[in-house]
């Protein structure tokens, strides 16, 4: 394991302390009646202090089961079975429970996909607040929590007297905004948000993606941002993961990325994108649908969809391995 | 709580709460509404029946205090008769040499009144005693044929004095001369109280079982689940007789025995509702910033499980008023003098060949009125609750 780790540790471009989470060989299986599904498969990635991080993946690919991984908050009947977690050198997955939810929402932090039901309905957005202040902040008066609570709120560009509200009277955005405070007010390092925008409509996601941006800088956060919305992605990370089938197929930053995907999948993922600027092209379709995650096909995942796949694609597992600086690829055209 | 806040520069104001909800949101019309009220109505009735019984009912009701099978609405009345003229009413019985026939509504009376007297055990004995002047007046049945025959085989003149004066039952008396009316108000109390005690004491062990079971699953879920299934799975009332017998007669037992048979009820409902409000996302959303899993139970899930609480101790209540009946009526509820409805039903069905309908008819239609009262409020609440209707 040790030779393992300094291995893979000389193959990273940028210098160990920049390395806020680090993923090795993380496993996350679920067991259903029809067998083992296995929703990240041994994935490696690396999340570098204060940068955003987008994670992106048609659906089912497991980039919602990897983000809950990290806070070990997979549900049921899914389970961690293999890998470790480094977050700030300490091994996430050797803590307690107890240990672990100290960690959750002041250390590491969770931004939903639906806004909607992601708060309790029955209780005030104070007493959100308060109850997420108290838990971590011992000694902490309710006084105080309210008007860090208050303090965060106008961050958010909501009246404070809003905190006064039951979820049902906020707006889709505003609660948003909520539940991203609720994520920021301990000053978390790590933000995971699962989709953030997914529900809401435009006009509002673009003014979610703008504070986001905003409290990026102001709080200096690190940003996992999980999302099927290339747009999204592009415009917020520095940094993208691609996802397939429960592997990384690629990781690249942002602009390279976009500018010359190297995976096939990746390729065929950005071709899919209209082009407002070219009159009258015809969409590329990516054939074939996702594999069967309980049987996925042998060798590269991708195989039976690919349009440049070899005789050998179908055999070998291909290695996840440094291309040129900082580009990363599962991908035996790139040997 | 939070406590609201007031700073110099701004003021938080609460604005809206679950009381203002309910007024603002809930359907105040249609049919459920009515059903709601209507039962509330006839609850608030019953409930204030109990609380001023003793004022309320006129009779003692375990006293036998008329003529047996008294029919509802008559008169009772006795009058004093006598041949001296020494006597002339009821105010110079005192002192005086009285006497009743046995079994006649006179002795009860003159009880009532505190005055002595003596029994005779036909009409015949006591005519000839007032004409010997061993008794100086005969306080009799004002209706009692055999009495005027008597009199006049006997060639004496009697002499009725002073009004007539008795008592009036107004829903008849039973068999052994109780107030079926006092009875029934006095019986009230009893199946209010346990009903609503056995309801509570399921729920409170029901509740928190269920919220455990659902909340953290594995072994505990699977054990208690299994317990609660096989106690579900009995017939109600058989295993409400089991427990009855197996503890005793007595006021907490009948309680303790009811409210075991709906504890898996409380459980079932409780556990379902965890299963489910625990994957709604704010829970997992409380979880992802740290709470702890108490905390998640406490004030984001068993808060979401209430309103259907509510909703189901209410029908729980109306079930266990018939349980309660059914026990009573079996003979394994209250001890016998105790008034109580579900016994008096039982007692008086022997009566009704004969005719003596009453005994039976006003217990058994009080039942039947407690439990729609019940029935109506929750079912009402239900809808007036339920939070798709009210959206819409």
């Given amino acids: ?74 549900s049921e009947p899914g389970k961690i079975v293999g890998g470790q977690m480094w977050f700030n050198g300490v091994d996430l997955l050797a803590k307690s429970d107890v240990e672990m939810a100290r960690i959750r929402g002041k250390e590491i932090s969770m931004i939903f996909q639906d806004p909607m039901t992601s708060l309790n309905p029955l209780q005030r957005i104070d007493q959100h607040y308060i109850e997420t202040l108290l838990t971590h902040e011992r000694g902490l008066s309710k006084a105080q929590a309210l008007r860090l609570a208050k303090g965060m709120f106008d961050n958010l560009g909501i009246q404070p007297e809003r905190l006064s509200d039951y979820p049902h009277q906020l707006s889709g955005g505003m609660r948003q905004r909520v539940m991203i405070g609720l994520a920021l007010v301990l000053n978390s390092q790590l933000v995971i948000a699962d989709e953030p925008t997914t529900s809401l409509d435009v006009i509002v996601e673009a003014q979610i993606l703008d504070l986001l941006k905003e409290l990026k800088q102001q709080y200096g956060m690190t940003m996992v941002l999980i999302s099927h919305n290339l747009g999204i992605v592009a415009e917020l990370a520095d940094r993208v993961a691609v996802m397939y089938a429960g592997k990384l197929v690629e990781v690249a930053p942002s602009l390279a990325l976009f500018d010359q995907p190297l995976h096939p999948y990746t390729q065929g993922l950005l071709a899919s994108l209209p082009n407002i600027r070219v009159e009258d092209e015809e969409l590329h379709v990516m054939f074939g649908a996702p594999p069967d995650l309980i049987h996925p096909p042998t060798g590269c995942r991708f195989h039976p969809r690919c349009p440049r796949a070899l005789p050998r694609c179908a055999q070998e597992e291909p290695p996840y391995r440094q291309v040129e600086g900082g580009r990363w690829t599962a991908c035996w055209l790139y040997p | 709580m939070a406590e609201t806040t007031v700073t110099s520069n701004n003021i938080v104001q609460r604005r809206g709460g679950p009381v203002r909800w309910f007024l603002t949101n809930a359907k105040w019309h249609g049919a459920e509404w009515w059903i709601m009220l209507l039962g509330g109505a006839l609850l608030v009735a019953i409930i204030l029946m109990t609380l001023f019984a003793n004022q309320i009912a006129p009779y003692d009701p375990i006293k036998f205090v008329g003529a047996p099978f008294t029919r509802p609405g008559a008169e009772q009345s006795v009058i004093v008769l006598e041949v001296t003229s020494s006597v002339q009413g009821l105010s110079d019985l005192a002192g005086r040499a009285v006497g009743v026939i046995t079994g006649s509504q006179g002795a009860r009376e003159l009880d009532a009144r505190g005055l002595s007297y003596e029994r005779y055990s036909s009409p015949r004995r006591a005519v000839e005693a007032l004409y010997k002047g061993e008794i100086a007046a005969l306080v009799a049945d004002a209706d009692d044929p055999k009495l005027k025959q008597q009199a006049r085989q006997q060639g004496v003149e009697v002499k009725t004095v002073g009004e007539p004066f008795g008592a009036t039952f107004r829903l008849g008396t039973d068999n052994y001369g109780r107030d079926v009316f006092s009875r029934i108000v006095h019986g009230a109390r009893i199946v209010l109280g346990i009903a609503i005690l056995a309801a509570l004491l399921s729920a409170a062990v029901g509740v928190p079982l269920g919220l455990l079971s659902g909340f953290f699953g594995g072994f505990l879920d699977k054990a208690l689940s299994l317990v609660m299934d096989s106690l579900y799975s009995f017939p109600g009332l058989i295993l409400a007789i089991a427990m009855a017998a197996l503890l005793g007669p007595g006021m907490l037992n009948v309680t303790v025995a009811i409210a075991v048979i709906y504890i898996p009820v409380y459980f079932r409902l409780v556990r379902s509702k965890v299963l489910s409000v625990k994957e709604e996302l704010y829970v997992e959303a409380a979880r992802s910033l740290g709470a702890k899993a108490f905390t998640t139970l406490w004030l984001y899930v068993f808060p979401n499980v209430i309103p259907s609480i509510v909703v189901i101790f209410s029908v729980n209540v109306a079930d266990s008023i018939l349980t309660e009946a059914g026990l009573s009526f079996l003979g394994l509820g209250m001890p016998p003098p105790t008034p109580d409805w579900g016994f008096d039903l039982s007692a008086g069905k022997r009566f009704v060949p004969s005719g003596y309908w009453w005994l039976i008819t006003y217990p058994g239609a009080m039942i039947a009125l407690l439990t729609l009262g019940f029935s109506m409020l929750g079912e009402g609440l239900n809808e007036i609750l339920n939070p798709r209707l009210t959206e819409g």
């Fill in chain 1, 1 to 74: 394991m040790d030779g393992m780790m300094a291995q893979e540790t000389q193959r990273q471009e940028p210098q160990e302390q920049d390395v806020l989470l680090r993923i090795r060989d993380l496993q996350v299986q679920y067991q259903v009646r029809a067998g083992t599904t296995r929703g990240v498969d041994h994935v490696d990635l690396d999340v570098y202090k204060g940068e955003t991080l987008g994670l992106v993946g048609e659906s089912a690919c497991g980039k919602s089961t990897m983000g809950r991984a990290i806070l070990r908050l997979v």
